[in-house]
């Protein structure tokens, strides 16, 4: 049996009695190779010229029967797992100083991430911006270039609620160049990237609406009221098609945004294929969770939100692969926004609405129902809310299907905070938290509400 001689460096390093019987091995003048496997978990055994990928603990096992305690042989195996791993050279990146250069793709996103910038100190971002951005009644930033049905967007608030500088650091993945931070703080990728993008597009006179919302994630506070106002606002009228740049990844154009179909496949089909054909791989995706454009798909037919290339947002691993930014970039210019095909018919979006909200208004006649009419099965009779409908407030009982997609972003935005939990325990009115110890109150509904209103719906 031989060793192969990377795995022997590896298997030195581990201080186990496993690791010096493993490496007595040798003596048993076996006619094999023992490598490590491309494979997680798994050994490649060469005998002769047949290769063999085994799984480590059954290679352990058979060679040592019973000698070694099952934790060992796992911490075992993993420290191989870890200590094999090639180190990650990382470079330290100082930022130039500042120079409005839209074009030049990575000089400009590193302007836009040197710090964190939570919701309140969106307008710090403003000395990185082109100097004739306009600004809303709610404090959002837009441009209008030419005349155009498209809206484009992205938001100018990153996750992190602590004010902060950022550390850059860049290193490269096959050649492929991305962008980290220390790690002691987000990086904010979600959404500098996608304002990189619209500085670009505006640079290259794209005709559009260029909107930067404040508040994104908060609930997506800017384009809410941007939202609640949409008939009143001659900017966005006759707007058909809007598309956010927020999304992870390299590959969505995301068709649906919690469940509600927030762009027609054709519009989506249409989109990849100009973006494909600028060399990009993208494909239609219906797991959109929530961005600004999802405020919106009662009033623009087509609304979307497109991959620009971060990863782990939120958390402070997140990263930036710049060098899709850069072709994203390249390829959204090239594109004939206003011939993109439009199919999807907004104003029959509110129908899905009565998944979530049941309109029985009348108490009595619901609660003399409740429990008998399979209908309404789904609503919960103590779970409701209060909606502003044409001026008209209203008691709406809440889905247990909402109440699910409310768990699900009360979830993220603890996340966010940093908060420690197994689960999220919330029935559409108290939030508790299941820590490994404990079970904890965190907040009620109205504490909540700016973080599960989805629906343009005041509460
Ligand atoms: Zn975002």
Not at 56 to 78: A, G, L, Q, R
Not at 435 to 443: K, L, M, Q, S
Request: aromatic share 14%; hydrophobic share 35%; with cysteine.
């Amino acid at each position: 049996m031989i060793i192969e001689k990377n795995l022997v460096e590896i298997i030195q390093n581990i201080d186990s009695p496993l690791s010096k019987t493993f490496l007595k091995l040798e003596k048993l003048n076996l006619n094999s190779i023992v490598q490590l496997s491309n494979k997680d978990w798994h050994f490649q055994v060469v005998n002769g010229k047949k290769k063999e990928t085994v799984k480590m603990f059954k290679f352990i096992n058979t060679y040592f029967p019973n000698k070694f305690e099952k934790d060992e042989v796992i911490s075992f195996c993993e420290k191989i797992i870890t200590n094999s791993k090639p180190k990650q050279v990382t470079t330290k990146i100082e930022p130039r100083p500042f120079k409005y250069e839209p074009l030049n793709v990575r000089d400009t996103f590193i302007s836009l991430v040197t710090e964190t910038y939570p919701h309140g100190f969106e307008d710090e971002v403003l000395a990185y911006l082109p100097q004739d951005l306009e600004i809303d009644d709610f404090g959002n930033y837009y441009k209008v270039i030419g005349n155009s049905e498209t809206v484009f967007t992205s938001h100018l608030d990153t996750a992190l609620r602590e004010k902060s500088g950022i550390n850059l650091y860049s290193f490269f993945v096959k050649e492929q160049e991305f962008i980290k931070t220390d790690e002691t703080t987000i990086l904010g990728a979600d959404d500098k990237a996608g304002v990189t993008i619209m500085l670009y597009m505006i640079a290259n006179n794209v005709p559009g609406l260029y909107y930067f919302f404040l508040g994104e994630e908060r609930g997506g506070i800017g384009s809410k009221k941007v939202a609640n106002d949409f008939i009143d606002n001659p900017l966005l009228k006759g707007k058909k098609r809007m598309v956010s740049f927020d999304r992870k990844n390299y590959y969505s154009i995301i068709t649906s945004q919690l469940g509600e179909a927030c762009c027609s496949n054709e519009f989506a089909d249409g989109l990849c294929n100009e973006l494909n054909k600028n060399g990009l791989h993208m494909k239609p995706d219906d797991t959109g969770v929530l961005t600004d454009s999802a405020q919106f798909i009662w009033d623009i037919p087509e609304c979307t939100n497109i991959s620009v290339g971060y990863y782990d947002e939120h958390k402070t691993c997140e990263r930036q692969d710049i060098d899709y930014l850069y072709k994203l970039c390249k390829a959204v210019v090239r594109i004939d926004w206003e011939s993109l095909k439009i199919t999807r018919d907004n104003t029959k979006a509110t129908s899905s609405y009565s998944n979530y909200y049941s309109s029985r208004n009348d108490e009595d006649v619901f609660e003399a129902f409740a429990g008998y009419d399979n209908t309404y099965s789904e609503f919960f009779d103590l779970n409701y809310t209060y909606i502003k409908e044409n001026g008209v407030r209203k008691k709406m009982y809440i889905s247990d299907t909402w109440i699910e997609k409310e768990k699900s972003l009360l979830a993220k935005e603890l996340e966010n905070w940093g908060t420690n939990f197994v689960s999220v325990v919330w029935d559409g009115r108290d939030c508790y938290i299941r820590t490994e110890e404990a079970y904890e109150f965190v907040g009620n509904r109205s504490y909540f509400i700016p973080y599960i209103s989805q629906s343009k719906f005041p509460f």
